[in-house]
């Protein structure tokens, strides 16, 4: 599976973006699909996420109630709906999946095998 991550850009604070993840190679409907974020210096942490199938969503508590995971089976696609953004949401995002991922791994980005490029968010004050 291929993915490619778009959308991101220069937003304002309190502004909003959606992040965009289309996959290629593989339908990956029942694939774990979450989104991470990295800022420079710091360690990559856990955004948001389906889990396998879709019947769940996770997310961290520093984005709930600002962003939404979102996806279409039919485009093969996820997103991230990103509202109320902050200067401490600028980072790299990127997109990942994975096949026989486990909920209780749901927010560890060392256990997903696909990964797209990033794309850069930068919030600005």
């Not at 850009?9 to 909003?16: C, E, H, P, R, T």
């Not at 200067?87 to 060392?110: K, Q």
């Amino acid at each position: 599976v291929q993915l490619q991550a778009s959308g991101g850009g220069l937003v304002q604070a309190g502004g909003s973006l959606r992040l965009s993840c289309v996959a290629s190679g593989r339908t990956f409907s029942r694939y774990a699909k979450g989104w991470f974020r990295q800022s420079p210096g710091k360690e990559r942490e856990f955004v948001a996420a389906f889990s396998r199938g879709g019947g769940s969503t996770y997310y961290a508590d520093s984005v709930k109630g600002r962003f939404t995971i979102s996806r279409d089976n039919a485009k093969n696609s996820v997103y991230l709906q990103m509202n109320s953004l902050k200067p401490e949401d600028t980072a790299v995002y990127y997109c990942a999946a994975d096949p026989g991922l486990i909920s209780s791994s749901i927010t560890r980005w060392d256990e997903y095998d696909y990964w797209g490029k990033g794309t850069l968010v930068t919030v600005s004050s």
